[in-house]
């Protein structure tokens, strides 16, 4: 019995190791992606976004007179508008994130946390870096090839003290390219979807 009763230890003992090995990678996995879009950000990369999104994603804007957007396509179109914006006016932008609670399954995570967005204008202008900031709802998928992408996409507008007030959750994607006393900021209101023209900025 004593036999039997250890290799029912070493069993279990075997695949807690494996589930836990599988779970880190897929922590990475995901949290990988936050570095994915935030370069695609910083680069003004189309490409690295296409990467990140399912065919069928959807995206939620806080905006309240925008639809619920469905398709990668079409999730696409909003950056390319809001990426063009911002190279029009040589500006540069960076955005990070901070999550707080995932909830992670064999194929579907949801992560929930904070996201800060930078703008910083062409020298030239004098302006001043500028900020929004927001809460964020983001399901994943693991698809056939094990890659991670976005399924939901949702957002919410928050004050940016929340972003900086958060705390890392192990194993959990946790931005920190951003140090709120570095340069003066001010709240403004960029959407991916705001036509060109009709930017505040």
């Known amino acids: 019995m004593s036999q039997i009763k250890l290799l029912c230890i070493s069993f279990i003992s075997i695949m807690s190791f494996y ?9 990475e996995a995901l949290n990988a992606n936050y570095k994915v879009f935030s370069a695609a950000f910083e680069n003004l990369d189309l490409n690295k976004i296409d990467n990140i999104y399912t065919n069928d994603a959807v995206y939620i804007s806080e905006t309240l007179d925008k639809e619920i957007v469905t398709g990668k396509k079409d999730i696409l179109a909003l950056y390319t508008v809001f990426f063009k914006k911002i190279a029009k006016k040589s ?6 994130f901070r999550v707080i609670n995932r909830e992670l399954s064999d ?19 004098g302006e001043p870096t ?3 900031s ?23 507008k928050a004050n940016p003290d929340f972003y ?4 890392p959750v192990s194993n959990l994607y946790f931005g920190r390219q951003f140090n709120p006393t570095l340069e003066p900021v001010e709240e403004v209101d960029i959407e991916p979807e705001t036509e060109p023209e009709t ?3």
């Open 199 to 201: 930017h505040n900025h």
């Open 19 to 27: 589930v836990s090995a599988e779970q880190t990678t897929d922590n």
């Open 91 to 96: 500006a540069h932008i960076d955005v990070d």
């Open 164 to 167: 900086f007030s958060a705390k």
């Open 130 to 132: 500028s900020v929004f």
């Open 107 to 125: 194929k579907n995570a949801t992560d929930v946390g904070y996201y800060l967005v930078r703008f910083h204008p062409r020298k030239e202008t």
């Open 134 to 156: 927001g809460k964020f709802v983001l399901v994943s998928r693991k698809g056939t090839d094990n890659q991670w992408q976005f399924i939901v996409d949702s957002n919410t």
